[in-house]
């Protein structure tokens, strides 16, 4: 029986130990990448990468595949926004052009026929006093209050991780030297709907890698701009060098 178990990842044969296969039926090698945390199961079960969010379960990506030929080949147009069937030669299915026209929406291009609405309250492009440019009102409230209290900062200044800057990170603002401090602070505004997978994924990985660099950084919530001044200037005068503080 052990043997006919397949890694639902690469195919081969389950670990076994003492005779008994692993409930998950990974193979020896992503056995090991799970414990190490390359791999983690997201909320659907499936088996992913964390930097990328790519499913990795064979079957998921064959099926998927098998579903995207059998839709061309019987002329089947889907709705990008939530991959519903619509009216060839349309890009949102009724639903969808109804909820989002003449709307503003931050997106995530998946590939060429699929994109990830990430906040469909976007309301475009904010121009601060200091003539930097910002994605949503919230930013531009961050970024007037530092500028008002003559606090140097820049918006989305590249975070180097690694050599060949496949994984660099963009805080949405960095105070070089803040204070007496030689290192610098940064500071994210967690503002998009929690409930968004992708959105969650990306703060998760970066939230992690924070933690693991021991970078210093600030956490902004919709919660915190309503009063910024208060919030603001609290947490720069009490925050833990070295951890995240929310």
């Known amino acids: 029986m052990i043997d006919e178990l397949k890694c639902p990842i690469c195919g081969q044969a389950t670990r076994a130990y003492m005779g008994n296969a692993r409930k998950d039926r990974l193979c020896a090698k992503h056995a090991d990448e799970l414990k190490s945390g390359r791999i983690i199961v997201n ?11 790519k499913i990795l ?3 998921y990506q064959e099926n998927k595949v098998e579903k995207e030929v059998v839709a061309e080949q019987n002329g089947v147009a889907k709705c990008i926004a939530c991959g519903k069937e619509t009216r060839p030669g349309f890009l949102f299915c009724p639903f969808c052009y109804r909820k989002y026209v003449d709307k503003k929406l931050l997106v995530e291009i998946t590939n060429c026929k699929e994109i990830t609405i990430l906040d469909d309250s976007y309301e475009g492009k904010f121009t601060c006093t200091d003539g930097h440019i910002v994605k949503s009102k919230s930013e531009m409230i961050i970024d007037n209050w530092l500028f008002d209290h003559n606090i140097p900062h820049a918006y989305e200044k590249i975070l180097p991780i690694d050599a060949d800057q496949r994984h660099d990170l963009h805080p949405d603002f960095c105070l070089p030297g803040y204070g007496d401090d030689t290192d610098d602070i940064y500071i994210e505004y967690w503002g998009y709907n929690e409930k968004n997978i992708e959105y969650t994924k990306s703060k998760n990985y970066k939230m992690k890698i924070y933690k693991d660099l021991k970078i210093t950084l600030i956490c902004l919530e919709e919660k915190d701009i309503m009063d910024i001044s208060a919030s603001l200037s609290r947490k720069l005068k009490f925050y833990k060098k070295g951890q995240i503080n929310e």
Request: net charge negative; no cysteine; aromatic share 8%.
């Open 57 to 59: 379960n064979k079957n």
């Open 43 to 53: 909320e659907e079960g499936l088996f992913v990468e964390p930097k990328t969010g």
